[in-house]
Structures are given as structure tokens and as C-alpha cells.
């Protein structure tokens, strides 16, 4: 029997083996206000949540949905809430230039944008089919607790999850398709190698979108079951060491 490796199965092993272990810790301090601490249990609630607001929405499985922000839990709901249903996320790096970011969204075919309130202003020019702003409007449109999301039909470990934009330093930004199974050995590997029983800090890694490298930095924590400390700029690092993480 061949199992698929997909994104969804270290936030599976986390709910069912440790449903009560805290996963997530949000920044207090950020625009889109913080969700706090997240056990394994609540983490698993709100992607399934995400993935039943996205079928509410109409964002069938397949299309791409991209998202500029600094870390945040949300991100991380909508990693695992969209992946683990068959959507594509495209993490834009935050640090881009508007036309950059317009680049991207457009070339990349994202039907839906989230965007980071702190950034709504320097983006508002730019456009997608449908465009949320981080924090209680995208909470109201894709938070559907109760509601069970649709199965994804024929699970595929080398569909694409995520769709990765080089920084365009020497030419346009350039996609990278990344498939469930290249991340999810790519976090197996990591966690093997660095990961930490007690706690680890993902004050780069929930971005996920400085390079294609980094694609992979917020999903390995998961796969060995520590705390994840979202912090939005290595310069807020100390809420991260209150947490126990390094």
C-alpha cells in the first residue's frame, strides 16, 4: 500500500498524538491581532475551518491563493488549511516592491490575495479576483468551524502545495513549484536533523517566501511536534524567548 506524503500529515500526527500540546504561539502585538496559543487540536480545527471557508468561497481545488505577510498563525492556517485540500499557496515575500508583488499575483493566476493589514496601504493598488486583509475580515470569510470541508479527491504526493517566487534580482521573479512530497521529505530530513523536543522558534520560517529554500523552514517544526513561535521580525524575538524557545 502506498501512503501519499502530503502536507496534512504532521498536523494529523500532532492532533492525534498530542492534541493538547501547545503548536502555535502568535505575537501578542500585530495588526491583525493576535489568536494567542494554539494547541495541535485548535491548529487542525482552523485549517479544516479555512478549508471549508474556501469552499464556501468558490476557490476550488487546484488554484493558487497567495498571501503577503510578516509571520503570523495565519499563515500557517492557511498553509495547512489550503495545501491539505488541494490548493496552492503562493507566499509573496513581504519585503517586495507593489509592482513586484502585482507581478506575481498576476503571473502566478491567484484567485484570492490576503494581505497583511500592515501592508494594505503600500498594496492597495494591488488586485485579484478576491482580496482579504489578514486578521478579523479574513477570519469572518474563511473561518467556517462546524462545517465539514470537502475531501480531496485523488490525493496526489507530487501535486504542487506551494508555488515559490525567486527575488527577481536579475530578471522577473521566476515561480517555483514545490510538490507535497519534495516538502514533506525536506521536513522530515530537517526535523531529524535539528529538531528540538521542547520548542522551536519560527521567527523566519512562517514566511516562507525570502527564497525557495525557506519554503520548506515552517513545516519541519511540525512534523516533530514542538511549540512555534510566530514572530514577525527577528527584532521581536523576546516574546519568543519568554515562550521557552530558542
Not at 500540546?21 to 480545527?45: C, I, K, N, Y
Not at 479574513?138 to 465539514?148: C, N, P
Not at 525567486?166 to 515561480?175: E, L, W
Request: hydrophobic letters at 40%; a positive charge.
Amino acid at each position: 500500500m502506498i501512503v501519499p506524503l502530503t502536507t496534512q500529515d504532521f498536523l494529523a500526527r500532532g492532533a492525534t498524538v498530542y492534541p493538547d500540546r501547545v503548536a502555535v504561539v502568535d505575537e501578542p502585538e500585530q495588526p491583525a491581532g493576535s489568536v494567542g496559543e494554539l494547541t495541535f487540536a485548535e491548529v487542525q480545527a482552523r485549517a479544516r475551518a479555512v478549508a471549508a471557508g474556501l469552499d464556501a468561497m468558490g476557490v476550488a481545488a487546484g488554484e493558487r491563493i497567495a498571501v503577503v505577510s510578516q509571520n503570523s498563525a495565519r499563515m500557517l492556517d492557511l498553509f495547512y488549511g489550503a495545501t491539505g485540500s488541494g490548493r496552492i499557496v503562493v507566499p509573496i515575500n513581504f519585503r517586495l516592491g507593489r509592482n513586484e508583488v502585482d507581478y506575481i499575483v498576476r503571473h502566478s493566476g491567484a484567485s484570492l490575495l490576503l494581505v497583511d493589514p500592515e501592508l494594505e496601504l503600500p498594496l492597495a493598488a494591488v488586485r485579484a479576483p478576491r482580496r482579504l486583509t489578514l486578521g478579523s475580515e479574513s477570519d469572518a470569510a474563511l473561518l467556517r468551524f462546524g462545517v465539514e470541508p470537502r475531501p480531496w479527491n485523488d490525493v496526489d504526493e507530487n501535486a504542487t502545495a506551494t508555488i515559490n517566487y525567486t527575488s527577481g534580482t536579475t530578471a522577473r521573479p521566476k515561480g517555483v513549484e514545490l510538490t507535497h512530497r519534495s516538502i514533506w521529505l525536506n521536513a522530515t530530513v530537517m526535523a531529524c536533523t535539528w529538531a528540538s523536543p521542547i520548542a522551536t522558534c519560527t521567527c523566519t520560517a512562517c514566511r516562507c517566501s525570502t527564497s525557495t529554500a525557506g519554503a520548506c523552514r515552517s513545516r519541519w517544526p511540525r512534523s516533530a511536534c514542538p511549540r512555534s513561535c510566530c514572530a514577525r521580525s527577528m527584532a521581536r524575538r523576546s516574546f519568543a524567548a519568554s515562550h521557552g524557545t530558542a
